[in-house]
């Protein structure tokens, strides 16, 4: 019997295969896009803005905040596009009429979704870490690898709700555009909220994207807007809601099973 | 022995549909059961529920014993279900489909049994070919492959065989009956009337969500045993309008129960005053009885049961064709 539960690893297998066939799009497009925002930001904020009090230039502030701001887009638009595709092409039945658990399918699809977005995340590492190899230098490994995975993880949940919920393509653009994006660029990827107005700086504590950024950002320099502990006891949790949430609606059947 | 399929008192309604009014149903291990009805007669939702893609608001089902909520897990690893929709996964070649179907009901070293149900649906050339660049009749096969990977006991086809052409039909049929013989239980939705006839041997006819007819397929014609007039004539009688099964053109097809009944109808037609040009007696096959059970007027839900007794009527004359190269 044990030997027949393994089928959660196939559908991971598969939703590794099914972006790494078209990889040119889902992993080459994006590390392009982050390469561009450093180019163009570094270029023209680099003497301008200062962040951390000076202790670190702008162009290694930015190199983090771009990586992590990859990792969760492209974790978001792993779990929702496979969903919603599958639904749209009505082969999401192939993974239905399976003896797959709630916890099987939770599982293949978001660590699918991590493993796209994690490699994204190395893939604009590696590019951007030449326009300043300090960045190289990790203060704290562990924050890094902490934060990286429980932001892939949330986001990938996240796109996995999202195409379980969306029945049509401009629902999902629509999610993606007017909360995904919005999350992102307001979570302090381009800057440090420090700079922000103090009411923009309390509207930042309410976005749980500030604190993956923040967190991330602590283990590339020791140094962050909040503290680091409490950003992952908020990433921590919000991940944890998030995974009950898609796993009690991948139970119910909701918009998958009528 | 436990019944292959068991469905006790299943209902379900979709806002003011009732898809399924209550239904009672045993399918023993071994069999070849038919599942017919028009469009919205509820087959497919019914389908739907021993999948576990639909769930019931009353009732329950059961695979093999094994309950499809409660009990899921072996349940859905003893059916095997080829959908109606034409569906695929674009990204993958015929044979990494089957392999992945494969996996998900966790057999992870299946190449053989892969290689076999490959050869049996002439899909052995296209192995590697991806999904996309396959025919219509192809993709079709693949999916009744999808249902085998895991070589449940129970196999249910949902029209199968539509879009697929003749020669490939009458291979995929021997293929079917091969696991029918090996002992694997079949259900069978077709709206080709003498594929039911000649492949099941047991039948369910449903319509408006319940089952209006279960019996032998030789009981279901016997008791059925009525007889068929094809009359040739500008139009029928006003009195014997009701009795008419359907109709092409000029000829009408009436349904007789016994034969001094062809001694009123002439009598109609003389007093009418109606030319006849053709009069013939045919004897009753399954679409007969399904055109008596589910098609004939009267009722609001004829509506429907006409557009497939015409669909019938064509899928049985081609497949007449079939029959006759099967004989031969």
Redesign the interface.
């Known amino acids: 019997m044990t030997?027949?539960?393994?089928?959660w690893?196939?559908?991971l297998?598969?939703e590794l295969?099914?972006f790494w066939?078209?990889s040119f799009q889902t992993i080459a497009a994006p590390v392009l896009t982050a390469l561009l925002y450093l180019l163009i930001f570094s270029h023209v904020l680099e003497a301008h803005v200062a962040v951390f009090d000076g202790r670190v230039r702008y162009t290694a502030f930015l190199i983090p905040g771009l990586v992590m701001m990859s990792v969760l887009q492209n974790s978001f638009a792993n779990t929702s596009s496979s969903l919603i595709q599958?639904k749209l092409?009505?082969?999401i039945?192939?993974?239905?009429?399976?003896?797959?658990?709630p916890l099987d399918l939770y599982v293949a699809y978001v660590a699918g979704a991590m493993v796209r977005g994690l490699t994204v995340g190395l893939g604009v590492f590696a590019l951007t870490v030449w326009f300043d190899p300090s960045t190289l230098l990790l203060a704290y490994p562990v924050w890094v690898l902490a934060f990286a995975l429980l932001g892939s993880c949330i986001l990938a949940t996240m796109g996995l709700i999202a195409g379980i919920w969306a029945d049509k393509f401009d629902q999902l653009a629509a999610f993606q555009n007017f909360i995904i994006v919005p999350a992102t660029f307001l979570s302090g990827v381009f800057y440090s909220i420090k700079s922000l107005p103090p009411f923009w700086q309390a509207l930042s504590h309410a976005n749980p994207f500030f604190y993956m950024i923040d967190g991330f950002r602590y283990g590339f320099f020791g140094l962050s807007d909040v503290p680091p502990l409490g950003s992952l006891m908020v990433v921590g949790a919000f991940c944890a809601v998030l995974t009950l949430v898609a796993l009690a609606l991948l139970k119910s059947?909701w918009k998958l099973?009528? | 022995m436990t019944p292959a399929v068991e469905v006790v008192r299943v209902a379900r309604r979709f806002g003011r549909v009732q898809a399924l009014a209550g239904i009672d149903l045993v399918v023993r291990q071994g069999e070849f059961f038919g599942l017919l009805g028009p469009n919205g007669a509820g087959k497919t939702t019914l389908i739907s529920v021993l999948a576990g893609l639909v769930r019931a608001d009353e009732g329950s089902a059961r695979i093999m014993g094994h309950d499809v909520i409660g009990d899921y897990r072996a349940a859905r690893r003893a059916l095997g279900v080829v959908p109606q929709e034409l569906v695929l996964d674009p990204f993958f070649t015929v044979r990494e489909t089957l392999t992945i179907q494969s996996g998900y009901f966790g057999l992870a070293k299946n190449g053989d049994w892969i290689d076999e149900i490959l050869h049996h649906l002439n899909l052995t050339a296209k192995a590697d070919a991806n999904m996309r660049t396959l025919s219509g009749g192809m993709k079709r096969r693949v999916l009744v492959g999808q249902a085998l990977v895991h070589r449940p006991p129970v196999i249910v086809l949902d029209e199968p065989t539509a879009g697929v052409d003749v020669e490939l039909r009458q291979s995929l049929w021997a293929f079917i009956r091969k696991l029918n013989t090996d002992g694997h239980t079949i259900i069978l939705t077709t709206h080709y009337l003498e594929e039911a006839e000649a492949l099941c041997g047991r039948i369910a006819m449903m319509k408006a969500g319940r089952i209006v007819a279960l019996d032998t397929t030789q009981n279901l014609l016997s008791r059925f045993a009525g007889l068929t007039v094809r009359l040739g004539a500008a139009r029928v009688p006003a009195t014997w309008q009701a009795r008419v099964l359907r109709s092409e053109g000029t000829v009408h097809f009436i349904g007789l129960d016994r034969y001094d009944e062809l001694e009123d109808l002439l009598r109609a037609l003389r007093v009418e005053g109606i030319a006849v040009e053709e009069l013939a007696l045919e004897e009753t096959d399954l679409e007969q009885v399904f055109l008596r059970l589910v098609g004939s007027g009267g009722d609001p839900a004829a509506g429907t049961g006409s557009g497939t007794a015409s669909r019938a009527a064509v899928a049985g004359r081609s497949d007449r064709t079939v029959g006759t190269g099967g004989a031969s």
Do not use: D, E, H, Q
């Open positions: 030997a027949l539960r393994g089928g690893r196939t559908l297998y598969k295969l099914r066939k078209v599958s092409n009505g082969n039945i192939f993974v239905l009429l399976p003896p797959l658990s059947g099973r009528s």
